[in-house]
Every structure is written in C-alpha cells, then in structure tokens.
Nanobody, 123 residues
Framework: QVQLAEFGGGEVQAGGSLRLSCAAS????????MAWYRQAPGQQRELVAS?????????DYADSVKGRFTISRDNAMNTVYLQMNSLKPEDTGVYYC???????????????WGQGTQVTVSS
C-alpha cells in the first residue's frame, strides 16, 4: 500500500504565503513524478505544478502560478512541497497531492492521490 499525506492548508489574506507538504509512504519502489493539483468550487481539477524525478527534477507550472509558486522535493523523506507566495483569492481551492509511483508490490506505475487540503485566500 502507498499513501500520500498532505499538510499545510489553511486561510490566509491576499498577498500572504503558505507552504503545503505531501509525504509518500508505504511500499514504494520508485517515484516518477510528484505534483500538485487544485480544484476550485464548481471547476475542474487543474494541474498547478509538477516535478519529474526521472528527468532530474524538471519542474512545470500552470501559467497562473508561475513566479509565485515553487515545487520542491526532499528525496530522503520522499516528500514534496509547494511554496505559495503572493497568494490571490483566485488561488482558493482544495489542493491535492498526486504522485506517479512504482509500488514494490506490483512493478507497474500507479497514480496516487492525497486526500486534499483546503486553501482559502481572502481579499
């Protein structure tokens, strides 16, 4: 079993900062990609940022967060972070950690999701 546990959501005023973390645990053989998605009320889930471990840590960001958000990883702890600065009300939503992992029990890559953490930015 592989689990993703998220921490760090909350409420902040516009212009403020938050840092989300997501720790992967369980029977992990290798991690391919770690990413953050978000879903605002009434909208589809969208990719916010991704980090490709197979390509040496290549990162990618949604245009709406470039220059404000930074994704990073602690290899030893198998944890991914999302540092969010200059937050805007439109950043409000439930943020989900996603990871493409090869479990040691099956050897086939599987997409895993965290339970989601609420981020609310007030104006």
């Amino acid at each position: 079993q592989v689990q993703l546990a998220e921490f760090g959501g909350g409420e902040v005023q516009a212009g403020g900062s938050l840092r989300l973390s997501c720790a992967a645990s369980g029977s992990i053989y290798s991690t391919i990609i770690m990413a953050w998605y978000r879903q605002a009320p009434g909208q589809q889930r969208e990719l916010v940022a991704s980090l490709n471990i197979n390509t040496g840590g290549t990162t990618d960001y949604a245009d709406s967060v470039k220059g404000r958000f930074t994704i990073s990883r602690d290899n030893a702890m198998n944890t991914v972070y999302l540092q969010m600065n200059s937050l805007k009300p439109e950043d409000t939503g439930v943020y989900y950690c996603n990871s493409r992992i090869v479990p040691s029990t099956g050897w086939v890559p599987i997409n895993y999701w965290g339970q989601g953490t609420q981020v609310t930015v007030s104006s």
